[in-house]
């Protein structure tokens, strides 16, 4: 397999993305993990990282989810999550248009617990994902939460056998990973990477963890391989049957890990062995093991029931959010549709009302320039009238002043006509007399 190698004190590698055409490769990306219990009920695997390669050359891939946890004594360790090729029943990209009712609670989680806007592929499994743990997974955890993560984990590789895989958008494209789930959901078209389980923890190797063996048996299984330091007071000293009845389901909010993987609460250490004893022998009234035991399961389903609590509310906190988003784009759309209403009824009452009015105004101001028209054109034709009979005037003056020959004919006109005048005037008058009429020349 060529997924990288980590130490057990490396736990804090760079994120690595490196895609190319339909080839994916991607390393130590945040990511969430939801399903739904054989109970109905959502669990999350949220604090964990993916890598996932796809070969589109080769027909090769491998999908992997790590956690950190914490330990009491020691580094913090990972544990990995594998889904091989040949697991995956199907797998599809949900797209938010296609999303039901639980798909937008689990996809608005993750993007609350991711911070950005997440891909989500839907998973169908043949069988649940392999879990793998160090050599030495039987330990104690320094906070609840580690606690936690490995019982989800747990109950993960137990019986998830559908499950949601949110991705952040700015990682990989849609077309990549719609070509992974097409390659994927055809059986047998991939092949998974080469393994070697041997090669993690620094070379020290992993165990793979069936989350449906008998706890005590690995108990037991474990105990034998401890050097031995007195037989029979380790198989006195080992802790009581863990009755598995006491788990609700697979969920993470039913299940009730063994005592050895349960936080241990502040009580008087009186179950450790005392070594001085030789013969190996202890009262059983200075190991309480019922009193311990029971103390630990209500601490752990408190735990277990607050983190469920805490993870419903987020997930109604998302889905809050979700219905008020989409309520605010519903009224910014009707905003927008009341918008163009407002400007369509403008434009009709400027087209009814302010039309008629533009046409009157410019029919009264043709009309006035009409009138403005006539009145100038009087007014230049009276000047042009006044001008042209005071040029002809002075044009006839100057020219009887310069011409003789006109001013002999005019004195001749003249004479003719006052000449003729006269005759006129005497005829139609009867005078008694004698008189004599003379011509004589014109002083003009």
Same mark, same amino acid.
């Given at each position: 397999m060529s997924a990288s190698t980590a130490s057990d004190s490396d736990t804090n590698e760079d994120l690595i993305v490196q895609s190319a055409g339909g080839s994916i490769c991607i390393k130590n990306l945040p990511?969430? +993990?939801?399903?739904?219990?054989?109970?109905?009920?959502?669990?999350?695997?949220?604090? +964990? &990282?993916?890598?996932l390669v796809y070969d589109d050359d080769a027909n090769r891939a491998l999908v992997r989810l790590q956690a950190?946890?914490?330990? /009491?004594?020691?580094?913090? /360790?990972?544990?990995?999550?594998? +889904? /091989?090729?040949d697991q995956i029943r199907s797998l599809a990209y949900i797209s938010t248009e296609n999303e039901l009712d639980h798909d937008k609670e689990f996809h608005?989680?993750?993007q609350e617990k991711l911070k950005t806007s997440t891909h989500m592929l839907k998973f169908e499994l043949?069988?649940?994902? &392999?879990?793998?743990?160090?050599?030495?997974?039987?330990?104690?955890?320094?906070? =609840?939460?580690?606690?936690?993560?490995?019982?989800?984990?747990?109950?993960? =590789? /137990?019986?998830a056998n559908c499950f949601f895989l949110h991705i952040p958008t700015k990682s990989l494209s849609k077309t990549q990973l719609v070509s992974?789930?097409?390659?994927?959901s055809n059986r047998g078209a991939l092949t998974p990477l080469d393994e070697n389980i041997a090669s993690i923890y620094g070379g020290r190797g992993g165990k793979v963890v069936d989350p449906h063996s008998n706890i005590d048996d690995d108990?037991?299984?474990?105990?034998?391989?401890?050097?031995?330091?007195?037989?029979?007071?380790i198989k006195n000293d080992a802790p009581p049957t863990y009755d598995r009845h006491t788990a609700g389901g697979p969920s993470v909010s039913h299940i009730v890990p063994p005592p050895y993987l349960a936080p241990t609460p502040d009580l008087p250490k009186l179950h450790k062995r005392r070594r001085e004893e030789s013969d190996g022998s202890i009262s059983e009234g200075s190991v309480p093991y019922k009193r311990v035991n029971t103390t630990d399961?209500?601490?752990?389903?408190?735990?277990?029931?607050?983190?469920k609590t805490v993870y419903e509310a987020r997930a109604e906190h998302g889905a809050s959010i979700s219905k008020i988003t989409a309520k605010i784009e519903e009224i910014e759309g009707r905003f927008g549709k009341f918008e163009e209403s407002q400007r369509e009824l403008a434009d009709e009452v400027r087209t009814c009302m302010a039309s008629p009015l533009w046409e009157e105004l410019d029919?009264?101001?043709?009309?006035?320039?009409?009138?403005?028209?006539?009145?100038?054109r009087d007014i230049v034709e009276e000047v042009v009238d006044e001008s042209i009979e005071a040029k002809m005037a002075e044009g006839v003056d100057e020219y009887l002043r310069n011409d003789d020959e006109g001013q002999g004919l005019l004195r001749e006109v003249v004479g003719k006509m006052i000449y003729e005048e006269t005759r006129d005037i005497l005829q139609s008058q009867s005078y008694t007399g004698s008189f004599t009429v003379s011509r004589e020349p014109s002083q003009i």
């Open positions: 990511t969430c +993990v939801a399903w739904r219990d054989s109970h109905g009920e959502n669990c999350y695997l949220s604090d +964990v &990282t993916l890598s950190t946890i914490r330990l /009491k004594k020691g580094l913090a /360790k990972r544990i990995y999550l594998f +889904v /091989k090729p608005g989680f993750a043949r069988n649940p994902p &392999t879990l793998v743990a160090p050599t030495e997974y039987r330990y104690e955890f320094l906070r =609840a939460s580690s606690q936690a993560t490995w019982t989800s984990c747990m109950a993960f =590789a /137990k019986d992974f789930c097409q390659a994927a108990v037991d299984d474990a105990t034998e391989a401890r050097p031995s330091i007195g037989a029979s007071s399961e209500m601490i752990l389903r408190a735990i277990l029931n607050l983190q029919e009264r101001l043709r009309s006035q320039e009409d009138r403005d028209f006539l009145h100038m």
